[in-house]
């Protein structure tokens, strides 16, 4: 059980890193590690779905530049692949006069960051491509997709096996050392240094290590001896599901004016590949790190969050906006009236309490979401054959191969592979 790099993390970041890297040294030994018992069984596989294309983000950063490259990679392979996918299209629709402005100021983003086919359509051009949703003008996002990111999270396991590279399942990372010496019946003497232990006792032995780890990412961080911030705050996102006979109304994405003063885009409407249509999510605080029921509770991760000072930080500047999800939350004809906004027609009676996701959101002490995606590492002996991703938030799906990409060109600039 030797190995070149280990990537710690099966997710779709994860799977996508270490399919790259064996692609471009085929020479090597590479590991993925992950703890639970099959693939990207977390954040990979309770996602919306939805390809984005690179709107919402801010000109210059890592995200839009990652977004706008990974979707164009995402609908190759999937191509190339035969995977299925629905280039569906997106409206982010204005409903109320005070909305216009933001609209177009992010009709001028998209246009800054390379996004294609952007265009702002009236209230008539709305009803002919959504004819169930009212708005006074909308943003249309024509190359907007949905796919099964499980899916294409699987196949890029198997591209990584077919390449040689080894996935050890049911293997929880909790322990990272550097070995003291080398066994003496050992060809490699320290050729392999790090010892990478899981919760079972059982160890790998590598020479570096690529930490994709999504909702542990700061608790891997520790454990290396790197730093702990930024923070990571698991915040619960539930969805309805339209009932389906009433799945004809939505044709497409259906997104609001995201409003800057709140931390999150607030409800939407998504259809599925299987033809459902998931509407939301709300964004509430979760009591546990993998917590994707209502009750699910972690006293560890709970304390974890509410001992943070960058959290009160967040809370105490969104309190009335955090308040208004919790009362969603509970209220299944709250969740509704925001949806009533773009589907008049949409009733309690169409609706069903769907599927939860948990997003691993990362916190500074000063309470601001980190908004970009976090690449480091460390000092010492381990610190410096490390690689922590530490926050690749969402559009990370979309933009999975392009980041990809970039961790394989900074492993081979750090660890000179």
Known sequence: STFDVAVV?????????????????????????????????HQSGHNSG???????????????KLCVQGAALCYEYCDQKGIPYKQCGKLIVAVEQDEIPRLKALYERGLQNNVRGLKLIGAKEIQAKEPFCRGLMALDSPYTGIVNYKQVAQSYAEDFQEAGGTIFTDFEVTNMEMAKESSSESEDGLKYPVIVRNSKGEEIYCRHIVTCAGLYSDRLSEISGCSPEPRIVPFRGDYLVLK????????????PVPNPRFPFLGFHFTPRMDGSVWLGPNAVLAFKREGYKLFDFSTGDFLDAVMYSGLWKLVLRNLSYGLSEMYRACFLSAQVKQLQKFIPEVTVNDVLRG??????QALDSDGNLVDDFVFDGGSGDIGS????????????????LAIAEMIADEVKRRFEL
């Not at 389906?244 to 997104?255: L, S």
């Not at 054959?385 to 979309?398: E, K």
């Open 9 to 41: 993390g099966a997710g779709i970041v994860g799977l996508a890193s270490a399919r790259e890297l064996v692609r471009r040294h085929p020479s090597l030994a590479f590991a993925v590690l992950e703890k639970e018992k099959e693939l990207a069984h």
């Open 50 to 64: 939805v390809i984005h294309s690179g709107i919402y983000y801010k000109p210059g950063s890592l995200k839009a």
């Open 244 to 255: 389906p006979e009433k799945c004809y109304m939505v044709k497409g994405n259906i997104y």
């Open 355 to 360: 599927p939860s996701g948990v997003r691993a």
């Open 385 to 400: 054959r490390i690689l922590h991703v530490r926050n690749a938030p969402s559009p990370a799906a979309t933009s999975s």
